[in-house]
Each structure stands twice: as structure tokens, then as C-alpha cells.
Nanobody, 129 residues
Framework: HVNLVPSGGGSVQAGGSLRLSCAAS?????????MAWFRRAPGTEGEGVAA???????FYRDNVKGRFTISQDKAKNTLYLQMNNLKSTDSAMYYC??????????????????????WGQGTLVTVSS
């Protein structure tokens, strides 16, 4: 049973934009404390990109601040990541994830070093320079 289904990946030239979506099951959306996007490029460690707590607080890694925006539509149980001014270094498989067990995950410093407990499959973003 897949609870998080991402979409929206694709190929774009540097400077372009993409919006990733992640449809969450009702069970996830009723019980999450924090939802997040992670990414992993080939041959690298995964890294947290952005996170959003249930109260709407947002968190970003430094090199996407001002370019990426995480948001959610609670009526649609959907998480988004708007990515603008994309760079070739943003190329990676992007994963959406949710934390349903630790209420301090977003604001208590656990993101991004600690993996959330629920993961979706990835969606590939390729940025050509």
C-alpha cells in the first residue's frame, strides 16, 4: 500500500521551473507532524530539501532558499515543491516523506539529519545547463 505518490519530475533547462506534487493517503494526512522533500543524486548521500510542519512552519536547506517553496493543500491531501531558477546541481531523484511518529521532527532539529518514517517513491528531476 503506497501512501505517498510523487509526480511532476521531468527535464528542464537551467533557469527553468518545475513543480513537484505528492499525493498523500488520508491516513498519512490525518496523522503527520511534518512532511518533507528529500533528494539524492547518483553517487551522493541523500539530503533534505525542504520540510513543512502541520502548523505551516517551513524549513529549507540553504542552497534552495529563495528558489524553492514547499506548500501543502490540506483539502487535497497534497504536498508541493515549487522549484524555480533550477540549476544543474538540483538534478536528482526527489522523494516526498512524512513523519507520523515524532511531533518534534520538523521544529526539534530532527530534519533533515533523521529520516522520516514514511516514504514515497522518487520522481526524477534533470536540469541541463
Amino acid at each position: 500500500h503506497v501512501n505517498l505518490v510523487p509526480s511532476g519530475g521531468g527535464s528542464v533547462q537551467a533557469g527553468g521551473s518545475l513543480r513537484l506534487s505528492c499525493a498523500a493517503s488520508k491516513d498519512i494526512y490525518d496523522n503527520y507532524y511534518c512532511m518533507a522533500w528529500f533528494r539524492r543524486a547518483p553517487g551522493t548521500e541523500g539530503e533534505g530539501v525542504a520540510a513543512i510542519a502541520k502548523d505551516g512552519s517551513t524549513f529549507y536547506r540553504d542552497n534552495v532558499k529563495g528558489r524553492f517553496t514547499i506548500s501543502q493543500d490540506k483539502a487535497k491531501n497534497t504536498l508541493y515543491l515549487q522549484m524555480n531558477n533550477l540549476k544543474s546541481t538540483d538534478s536528482a531523484m526527489y522523494y516526498c516523506a512524512a513523519e507520523t511518529q515524532n511531533p518534534e521532527y520538523c521544529s526539534g532539529g530532527y530534519w533533515p539529519a533523521t529520516a522520516p518514517n514514511a516514504w514515497g517513491q522518487g520522481t526524477l528531476v534533470t536540469v541541463s545547463s
